[in-house]
């Protein structure tokens, strides 16, 4: 069915918006190493305590996905985004005045349950108002997270250095949730009616949607779930630790570019580039197809992993393996929401892929033991041995065990006594 024979409103505008939001919110964890150096300057919290923030951040913003993405399935996207935007407006003002770990660990818990509730229910509106061009759709959503922070690296670098961390959280916080929850008002989830056919699509897709209960009994979720772990937590050891690695390989102020530190530049090639890898790849696999695709782009992520701990200790090597990584990595967040919405169904989608993404939470807890790994070593090649190692185990998964069950899956579906399954 063309798309302009759709009755009611403009999918794209919807598209639009939610990218927005996502954009509002990308800062709080890729923004997040820009905020380790100088809490640990102004307070003397080891590197090691600071990150455990972030990795609380990270579990609270995947692990009540679940009942959030319910929630959006249940009642609509309005709400639950707009409570998003005011949790995570909430969190940034708190981590603004913490004055112990424990008020950041709880700053980063408020902020981590609000960004999850944002960042569920946009990728939930994408998958659902695109089942033609899913790959696609859900690839611009999570660009919006994955690239948006590339907008604040030089405003939120310039206001700590001005008037110091603590500004740079409270009023980023009171502007980002702010937009967020005005842009929830407008939101809406799509009827049957107001979105085209997936017939013509080139890959497989059920026909039949599951519920959260019947697919967590599916040896395809748990597979799938096995593979977000492992790739997810490679990218978070990268996304955390990229000052602290500039730092350490010391070419972190080395100006290279237009005036700009080797730092500065890194993180704003790696926030575009981990923001393209989404719709790119995400676009690819519509057309050849998910696993197909998740072995491409993870296996090119596993020799990037080995060449920035191998050949990464030069300004422009750092910035061009840096960014690399980030181009093979973002998009497990357009590839695993695709995936799940094919083989499971439309209907319950936000509360599906929700559960999925909870595997970015158990994920976050490598974070540390990146740090502990490098301590011990005293270099950070071995953590970058590991994380290549990650990825080739995924492309192996992806071709060899996801790809056969979802196959057989969705076949059987044509068969009246596998909707009883």
């Known amino acids: 069915m063309p798309t302009t024979a759709l009755r009611g409103p403009n999918r794209w505008w919807q598209l639009t918006m939610v990218i927005l939001c996502m954009v509002m919110i990308a800062n709080l964890q890729y923004g997040w190493t820009l905020f380790v150096p100088p809490m640990n300057q102004a307070h003397g919290w080891s590197v090691a305590d600071i990150q455990i923030a972030f990795s609380v951040f990270i579990a609270l913003e995947t692990w009540l996905t679940p009942v959030e993405g319910w929630l959006a399935d249940k009642i609509g996207p309005k709400v639950v985004v707009a409570a998003g935007g005011i949790l995570v407006a909430i969190g940034w003002v708190i981590n603004a005045w913490a004055d112990s770990l424990t008020i950041l660990y709880v700053g980063a818990a408020v902020s981590g349950v609000g960004a999850g509730a944002v960042y569920a229910t946009s990728v939930g509106s994408a ?15 999570a660009a919006g997270y994955g690239a948006g922070a590339a907008l604040t690296v030089i405003p939120i670098r310039m206001v700590i250095a001005a008037s110091g961390y603590q500004a740079a959280f409270f009023w980023f916080g009171l502007v980002q949730g702010a937009i967020v929850f005005i842009l929830a008002w407008f939101l809406l989830s799509p009827t049957p009616a107001q979105v085209p056919s997936a017939k013509a699509v080139k890959v497989i897709q059920s026909a039949q949607s599951y519920s959260p209960t019947q697919i967590l009994v599916t040896p395809v979720f748990w597979i799938l779930y096995v593979m977000f772990v492992l790739v997810s937590a490679s990218g978070l050891m990268a996304t955390a630790q990229v000052a602290l690695i500039a730092k350490d390989y010391h070419v972190a102020d080395t100006i290279i570019f237009l005036g700009g530190s080797t730092l500065t530049v890194a993180l704003i090639v790696d926030n575009v580039a981990n923001g393209a890898a989404r719709p790119l790849f995400g676009w690819i696999s519509d057309q050849i197809g998910r696993e197909n695709t998740m072995a491409i782009a993870f296996g090119l992520g596993g020799i990037s992993y080995w ?7 030069s300004p422009w090597a750092f910035v061009l393996f840096a960014g690399l990584i980030f181009l093979t990595w973002g998009e497990i967040f357009s590839l695993f929401p695709s995936t ?20 970015k939470g158990a994920s976050a807890f490598f974070v540390p033991l990146a740090n502990v790994v490098k301590g011990s070593t005293g270099s950070w090649q071995m953590v970058f041995v590991v994380t290549a190692i990650m ?10 065990v996801l790809k056969p069950l979802r196959s057989k899956r969705i076949a059987s579906l044509a068969h009246p006594a596998a909707a009883a399954e």
Do not use: E, H, I, M
């Open 340 to 359: 799940c919405t094919d083989t499971f169904g439309p209907k319950f989608a936000t509360a599906n892929l929700s559960l999925l993404y909870t595997a």
């Open 307 to 313: 060449l920035l701990g191998a050949a990464g200790s």
């Open 127 to 141: 998958v659902k108002w695109f089942p033609d061009r899913r790959g696609l759709a859900v690839g611009l959503t």
């Open 391 to 400: 990825n080739f185990a995924v492309v192996v998964l992806a071709l060899f």
